[in-house]
Nanobody, 123 residues
Framework: QVQLVESGGGLVQAGGSLRLSCAASGRTFSDNAMGWFRQAPGKEREFVAGISWNGGGRDYADSAKGRFTISRDNAKNTVYLQMNSLKPEDTAVYYC????????????????WGQGTQVTVSS
């Protein structure tokens, strides 16, 4: 059974930091682009960050640029999202996803999803 399991969410004050992790099991995703998405209450799910299969390319939503960093460790089958300078508008459920492509710059080929981890940023 293929699973993506997120961890590292929680409650943090504005200006603080969190590091999300996504551990894959059931198969390796070392040949797949990986990404992070988020969904705030009452809003559609949106792309946050993506990373190519070997970490050579990264893609960020405008809201994440300069504050968030995506990385991966293929030996551990894990992808990370380091979030700094958090704002209340970053509050959302954050989802890890795996793409069917090695690099997914269209942000549209993600077909494996985790269950999500809640991030709450207080003002």
């Amino acid at each position: 059974q293929v699973q993506l399991v997120e961890s590292g969410g929680g409650l943090v004050q504005a200006g603080g930091s969190l590091r999300l992790s996504c551990a894959a099991s059931g198969r390796t995703f070392s040949d797949n682009a990986m990404g992070w998405f988020r969904q705030a209450p009452g809003k559609e799910r949106e792309f946050v960050a993506g990373i190519s299969w070997n970490g050579g390319g990264r893609d960020y939503a405008d809201s994440a640029k300069g504050r968030f960093t995506i990385s991966r460790d293929n030996a551990k089958n894990t992808v990370y999202l380091q979030m700094n300078s958090l704002k209340p508008e970053d509050t959302a459920v954050y989802y890890c996803a795996a793409s069917s492509r090695r690099a997914d710059w269209t942000r549209s080929e993600y077909n494996y999803w985790g269950q999500g981890t809640q991030v709450t940023v207080s003002s």
